[in-house]
């Protein structure tokens, strides 16, 4: 039996509390012939796939329904791979030890490019035939969402539909359609016709692709005029009364974000020209504090978390944030329950809320200024200012806290060496500041980390038709600053250039990227996330095996050429983002939306109401 | 100062977790339960549990024991009654009393006997295998060299911190034996080694990674110097 085989195995690798399943709050159901049973997928290893908090969203919404069993599937890590192999064990979910080949639908959730390979391996794993097209009726049908599905063509050949935006409600209706499916005995291209049909959902076979000479898109349309031109994204109008889990999942090992997490709103309204998901997720969407709190008492009630999360694209640009941090601090002091919230903008609310948390648990701090200068921050409509960023450092110094972590990109588009010069000085500053500090508040020496990761430029951003900085000019940039940073408080850390480029080939890429990602899977790449398992060269081989240029990808777009993903619509007009991009260049501040609507279209196209 | 002991038994899927993951996961089915535990001074003020020997990964017990400091009584009926609303499958436990100021679970605990499990490749009988138990035992010392974290060997004699081993039973290429072993803070043997030494005197050609461990008693002993369970202590 399968479950035995798994257990014998456990024996013999790391960590093992990662395959087990089992954990409290994880859904059992008597396995019946009229179940649709749906594999969830996280094509990484259990640590990073339970930290994703739309899988238990998504997870717990499927569960719901009464005849839907969704389970778990993650990557198996190196040495398990190796022994299920050897023991010619097949991917299995982690609830009921299941070959993923037996499952209806396997849906794979798309959070970073470097993931695909990991999607071939689990499919391999199980002897699912890679692409759609050789995939027979008993094999699963593979859908796949999340923020990477927004250019869904690099996997367009592998996944046979995409759901994009949002999936609380579109997840529903396919499983409808599922059900009329199995109980007609329709076939997969039957269902396939009929899911296309539904409002968010991409079926890659349907439409056809042209080049012109140069490589650029010459055609992009459905084959048939049944199925719509342009793809609108799924949202959620009301979050307040939106399904959201209470009975998370408790891992037993120690996942990467291990705690309650309380989504607090959807969308942004600062406009950073570099995020894609300020874009993505418009419009803002927010929970009221007491639904926020309610949720929470019932979360920590459910799972014994220690620690709960806010989560959101910027926390703090809740309306209500106070009042909401303050009354769960109040709820949960007592049981010691710490509050944490997600990287900090740089300003005075930071620092007041910061204050409060600290009487729980003290936790690290992050700020994420993203660019050293203030002409690069104006570049990339980041807001913030200078004396914001002295005055907030100067403060949590001198509230006790010696150890600062700064989050920067670098790569940006008009780059220079002034604004890599302001990296180091705000290192420099920072100590400085720390110095300020009288002798009695400090605590011991300060240290502060500088964090820099090669900036990727990403479809539906204002930069999404900017030149991505190359491996060469990366690494130039990551040794200057390694030269010219000398401060021995300040440590300095920096991303593998090779894992951005990549990311920045597939994050723009077309179809013809399909063959390539399989090519290098089967050259050995896997975990392409992880640095000590990236295979730059492996990859290049994959490239020149397909006779395709990785760089014609990176390279700058112009304005009227067709982007493989122009058939999705966001809500946010290109031209819009066009604006934006020219705004960025002459260094134009925009500001924040909520305080002047710039029209990007979501009030418009999207929602057919003012977002504020 | 109110300490509630309890013995519970880590079994099935729960053997898979490290003793750090027990901490964590019965720390959070204590939260879940709304025990009022006491908690450590300081910016990250943990719960006053301590675990009497931890198990490797991999090791079943049916006798563990920890302690957990409360601020709050809280009703040992209700506790044992209700415990599967609030922890995984595989802990159970199985009886809990309170009691005073005490000297720290681990520093209690003196032996353990387990239940273990081997396989060879080839078929014994059930005598054979005892006989070579007593030869292995007969030994005047039992010596291995041990590489300590300064990367000096040093030779270590486990004769003395052997209690007994016998042959429960044999059944196809199976052997289960049960061992008392010295557990603790004045010697510790663990059963894996001695089953590697047993099979490597005896030449019994033991299959990798099919052994298996259970722990079945842990002890302390009183002033006679006589073994008695925790709760007796």
């Keep these: ?612 | 100062m109110i300490i509630l002991r309890i013995k519970y038994v880590k079994e099935n899927n729960m053997k898979f977790l490290s003793h750090l993951e027990l901490i964590k996961t019965m720390e959070r089915a204590f939260r879940r339960m709304k025990l009022k535990m006491k908690f450590s001074q300081g910016f990250n003020p943990k719960p006053k549990i301590s675990y009497a020997a931890p198990l490797p990964v991999g090791v079943e017990s049916e006798c563990d024991f920890l302690d957990v400091e409360l601020e709050e009584k809280v009703d040992i009926k209700w506790l044992l009654d209700n415990q599967k609303d609030f922890l995984p499958n595989g802990l159970k436990f199985l009886d809990a009393k309170y009691h005073g100021k005490s000297k720290s679970l681990m520093s209690l605990v003196t032996d353990s006997a387990y239940i273990i499990q081997l396989c060879t490749d080839e078929h014994m009988e059930k005598a054979s295998v005892q006989d070579k138990l007593d030869h292995f035992l007969s030994q005047d010392s039992i010596t291995y060299e041990k590489v300590n974290k300064k990367k000096k060997v040093k030779v270590v004699d486990i004769k003395p911190l052997i209690g007994y081993m016998e042959v429960l039973s044999v059944y196809e290429e199976r052997i289960i034996i049960k061992a008392l072993v010295t557990t603790g803070s004045n010697g510790n043997l663990k059963p894996e080694k001695l089953m590697e030494l047993f099979c490597d005197y005896e030449g019994i050609h033991m299959l990798e990674g099919k052994d298996r461990y259970r722990r079945v008693e842990l002890y302390a002993r009183n002033e006679h110097n006589t073994k008695v369970t925790l709760f007796e202590v």
Excluded at chain 1, 454 to 478: I, M
Aim: net charge negative; proline share 4%.
């Design chain 1, 1 to 612: 039996m399968l479950r035995n085989k798994i257990d014998d195995v456990l024996y013999l690798v790391e960590k093992p509390s990662r395959y087990i399943g089992d954990e409290v709050n994880s859904v059992k159901k008597d396995i019946r012939q009229d179940l649709i049973r749906v594999g969830f997928c996280f094509a990484d290893v259990y640590e990073v796939g339970m930290s994703h908090l739309g899988s238990h969203i998504l997870y717990g919404l499927l569960n719901e329904i009464e005849d839907v069993y969704c389970e778990r599937v993650y990557s198996p890590w190196i040495d398990m791979e190796e022994k299920m192999r050897e023991h010619n064990i097949p991917m299995f979910t982690t609830e009921t030890r299941t070959d993923i080949k037996e499952l209806d639908i396997l849906s794979f959730t798309l959070q970073y490019e470097l993931i695909y390979t990991n999607i071939l391996n689990i499919l391999d794993l199980s002897n699912i035939p890679f692409k759609s097209k050789d995939r027979s009726e008993d094999d699963p049908i593979i859908m796949a969402g999340g923020s990477c599905a927004y250019n869904p063509e690099p996997i367009a050949e592998i996944v046979d539909f995409f759901s994009l935006g949002e999936g609380e409600e579109v997840l529903v209706e396919v499983m409808d359609l599922y059900r009329e499916k199995k109980n007609n005995n329709w076939t997969k291209d039957e269902f396939l016709q009929r899911v296309a049909k539904i409002d968010g959902i991409y079926v890659p076979k349907f439409y056809d692709v042209s080049y012109k000479e140069d490589g650029t898109i010459e055609n992009f349309g459905p084959v048939d005029e049944q199925y719509p031109k342009v793809i609108q994204k799924r949202i959620v109008e009301d979050l307040n009364n939106a399904y959201y889990p209470t009975k998370f999942i408790v891992p037993y090992t120690d996942v990467v974000h291990d705690r309650a997490n309380v989504e607090i709103f959807r969308g942004c309204t600062r406009g950073c020209r570099f995020c894609q998901a300020g874009m993505i997720y418009r419009p803002i969407r927010e929970k009221s504090k007491d639904v926020i709190v309610d949720t929470a008492r019932k979360i920590i009630e459910a799972t014994g978390f220690e620690e709960l999360s806010l989560t959101s694209l910027s926390t703090l640009d809740h309306t209500d944030i106070k009042n909401t941090i303050f009354e769960l601090i109040e709820n949960n002091k007592e049981d010691y329950v710490g509050v944490s919230l997600p990287s900090l903008r740089v300003d005075d609310l930071a620092v007041e809320v910061i204050q409060e948390i600290q009487k729980i648990r003290k936790t690290g701090l992050t700020f994420a200024p993203e660019a050293g200068s203030q002409r690069m921050r104006d570049v990339i409509n980041k807001g913030v200012t200078e004396e914001d960023l002295e005055r907030t450092l100067s403060q949590i110094f001198n509230l006790g806290w010696s150890r600062v972590k700064l989050y920067f990109m670098i790569g940006l588009p008009t780059e220079t060496r002034e604004d890599l010069d302001g990296i180091d000085d705000l290192g420099n500053k920072s100590t400085w500041l720390y110095k300020q500090v009288p002798a009695e508040r400090r605590k011991g020496s300060v240290s502060v980390t500088l964090s820099t990761a090669g900036f990727v430029p990403k479809p539906f951003s204002p930069f999404q038709w900017f030149k991505q900085n190359t491996l060469e000019e990366f690494r130039e940039k990551q040794y200057y600053l390694k030269d010219k940073i000398k401060n021995k408080k300040v440590k300095f850390n920096y991303h593998d250039a090779e894992t951005s480029v990549l990311e920045g080939v597939f994050a723009r890429g077309d179809r013809r990227l399909n063959d390539v990602l399989i090519k290098a899977f089967e050259l050995g790449c896997k975990f392409d996330g992880w640095q000590e398992h990236f295979d730059y060269e492996k990859w290049m081989q994959a490239f020149e095996a397909c006779g395709v240029d990785p760089w014609f990808y990176t390279r700058e777009r112009a304005y009227d050429e067709i982007l493989p993903w122009d058939f999705i619509d966001v809500g946010v007009r290109k031209d819009f983002l066009i604006r934006e991009y020219e705004n960025a260049l002459n260094a134009v501040l925009t500001g924040d939306c909520r305080d002047n609507c710039l029209g990007c279209g979501v009030n418009i196209d999207l929602i057919g109401r003012e977002c504020w």
